[in-house]
């Protein structure tokens, strides 16, 4: 299958440093107009799909994404959600809606959660396993609503009876989901379209693509894989490696010890994954050919960054495409520059070899 490459929207505001959230994110307010730059650079550059984040830290995806349909044609929306939270026949018919008017261009990305304290303040108090458990069963009521027909469900968690949306929907948006424990990656398997992980070396994430496949394979499913990375790409690696630098050297230290403290305490495999890249150390930070384990020092969720020349950041990309990864989103700071950077210099490389999806 085809490489399909994306980019992300900044909707807890962006800038040139990696530490910050929010307000404190560098200065960038991730306003409309803001926005609609990032969406549209991302749209220009050949960027198949934004992802869009969710969280108390940042803005409401679904709004967010909702508002920059008309400016922007062909760049689809990767909207991660809470399951959980709201009624799956509601998501059903949120999907749908924003489906139709976008004329197809939704996906979707499913997050269980793995900040007990973030769930918290959504008036969550289900532990790590419950939560995928009722993750499983929103997505059994949410495609029974897609189906077409009314759909009855009596789980632990839900019971709908005539779960439906109005008219057809078609297509379905893929579901993205990310889960590298046992249970999470249970409920990949039985109910997600893409798997997705945090970047890690060539070897582990080989291992894990062929762990989720064979559970696959035994659950009668087919599963694709998408990996997600930040990416510092210049045109020569000395350029890329010097920004890597400046971003080191603007983490103060107090910084990333507060950082690994608070994300030693998540409950998510991946994140303890991503940890276990660094140790909280600053130095050794290249942990494969061209692949940092900087952004992971002060950073929750991916800690990777692919860095080097566009020739080098193209290569370690088909690589990981060899691997099984039919889509790979990334990120950069900021994303309104890093987006050109990648989409003139990477994505015509990756085109020419042959392996990036057509776009419409």
């Known amino acids: 299958m085809s490489l399909s490459v994306h980019w992300f929207l900044p909707t807890g505001g962006d800038g040139r440093g990696v530490t910050g959230f929010g307000a404190d994110s560098g200065g ?3 306003d409309l107009d803001y926005l609609s730059l990032v969406a549209r650079a991302a749209e220009q550059a050949g960027f198949d799909a934004v992802l869009t984040p969710t969280g108390t ?21 990767l909207v991660a959600f809470r399951p959980g939270f709201i009624s799956p026949t509601l998501a059903a018919q949120q999907a749908a809606t924003f489906q139709r008017l976008s004329s197809g261009r939704l996906l979707l990305n499913v997050v269980t959660g793995g900040r007990a304290d973030e769930q918290h303040r959504f008036g969550d108090w289900s532990d790590h396993d419950e939560r995928y458990g009722r993750t499983a069963e929103f997505l059994t009521v949410l495609r029974g609503a897609w189906s077409g027909m009314p759909f009855d469900f009596t789980g632990r968690h839900y019971r709908v009876e005539g779960a439906t949306i ?7 948006p893929a579901i993205f989901f990310g889960g590298s424990s046992d249970v999470g990656k249970r409920v990949a398997v039985e109910h997600a379209d893409v798997w997705l992980m945090w970047g890690e070396p060539l070897e582990t994430a080989r291992a894990q693509v062929a762990d989720v496949r064979a559970r696959a394979a035994a659950a009668g499913r087919d599963v694709r894989f998408g990996i997600r990375l930040h990416a510092i790409a210049r045109p020569t690696a000395a350029a890329a490696w010097a920004e890597a630098d400046r971003l080191l050297e603007a983490m103060p230290p107090e910084a990333v010890t ?31 050919p061209n692949l940092w384990a900087g952004f992971g020092l002060v950073r929750s969720g991916a800690g990777t960054a692919l860095v080097g020349s566009y020739e080098e950041v193209a290569e370690r990309i088909a690589e990981y495409h060899e691997l099984g990864f039919d889509h790979v989103i990334l990120s950069g700071q900021p994303h309104l520059e890093e987006a050109w950077e ?6 015509p490389l990756l085109a020419r070899a042959g392996v990036l999806a057509a776009r419409g």
């Open 166 to 172: 109005w008219g057809p929907l078609e297509p379905t």
């Open 258 to 288: 507060e950082a690994q403290r608070r994300l030693s305490r998540e409950e998510s495999e991946g994140q303890r994954r991503m940890l276990a890249l660094h140790g909280g150390r600053r130095e050794d930070l290249v942990i494969a």
């Open 28 to 30: 960038r307010r991730p």
């Open 342 to 347: 990648v989409g003139e210099g990477v994505l």
């Open 57 to 77: 830290w940042c803005e409401d995806a679904w709004l967010a994404t909702a508002a920059l349909v008309r400016d922007t044609s062909r760049l689809r929306f």
